[in-house]
């Protein structure tokens, strides 16, 4: 049995770290370099993919191709593929709502869907990322074993499309939701001067951001990603006639750090200064 090609759209930072993890195990992995960035294409060499000039040459040539973007890209992104009329097996795994991979699905009329979704950091020698999987026939199965022996545990989500976006919005929802109220009451407390008592009171529970601000400096950096997955859960949470307001609420904070993306060097006051109207 020949070892399925495959291609990655794109490669930023959990998607290297993916591909990264697929080139060890001994896949062939390309990623299409047009119109990409110097600091996307220094990701996808240090992760050992292979370099093709545009989308057209990386459907010709993948049996495979998986997406992990910005979910506000995603249906975009899958429709220029179903334009090139790949018909191998499409991927969905960006932070999309259950509605939204069902229409990313329609799109294709050759190909074959797997709706996925990643838990976790990126995957790396010291930490493990889940891919849950999930559509009809054998095709999740398939997908899950390329990552046999990888740092990505792959599982397969027994149903059809949908499915694994739906776990994706309700993990989602909740703990990047968590840190967007953590980062709130950060701001709040240092406005009144009370932080250090904030602090002492959050380190007394468990450990989480509002215990551990200093990881939302990570959080600032990343919010450009993750406004766009907050709305996709909202969405996923009213056609569940199920209250979206918090999602939105934190779709809101997240875009108030729109001008720190991808700073992971952002210092902690900044972080927290910027949360406040300018």
């Known amino acids: 049995m020949s070892v399925p090609a495959i291609g990655l759209l794109h ?6 770290a ?10 062939r992995v390309s990623w299409c370099a047009d119109g990409r960035s110097p600091a996307t294409a220094a990701r996808a060499e240090e ?13 010709a040539a993948s049996d495979v191709i998986i997406s992990l973007c910005p979910p506000a890209a995603a249906e975009r992104l899958a429709a220029s593929v179903a334009e090139t009329g790949f018909g191998g097996t499409f991927v969905e795994a960006n932070a999309v709502s259950p509605a939204r991979v069902r229409n990313i699905a329609g799109l294709f009329t050759a190909a074959r869907v797997v709706d996925g979704c990643v838990i976790g ?5 010291g930490a493990t990322a889940r891919l849950y999987l999930s559509g009809p026939g054998p095709e999740a199965a398939r997908v899950a074993g390329l990552f046999a022996g990888s740092a990505v545990e792959a599982i397969v989500v027994d149903g059809g499309i949908g499915l694994a976006s739906a776990l994706k919005m309700a993990y989602g929802s909740y ?4 840190s967007a109220l953590a980062a709130v009451s950060h701001a709040l407390a240092g406005t009144y001067g009370v932080g250090d008592h904030l602090l002492a009171e959050a380190r007394r529970g468990a450990a989480d951001h509002l215990s551990a601000p200093e990881r939302l400096s990570g959080v600032a950096a ?18 569940a006639n199920l209250p979206d307001e918090l999602p939105l609420a934190a779709a809101a904070v997240f875009r108030r750090w729109d001008d720190d993306r991808d700073d992971f060097t952002i210092a902690l006051p900044d972080v927290l200064d910027h949360l406040h109207e300018r």
């Open 121 to 125: 950091p990126p995957p790396s020698d």
């Open 11 to 16: 490669p930023g930072r959990m998607g290297a």
């Open 222 to 239: 990343r919010a450009w990603r993750w406004a766009p997955e907050m709305e996709e859960a909202a969405a996923t949470m009213a056609e």
């Open 18 to 27: 993916v591909g990264h993890r697929l080139t060890a195990a001994g896949h």
């Open 47 to 59: 992760a050992g993919l292979d370099r093709v000039a545009d989308l057209a040459e990386l459907t």
């Open 175 to 178: 703990n990047k939701a968590a």
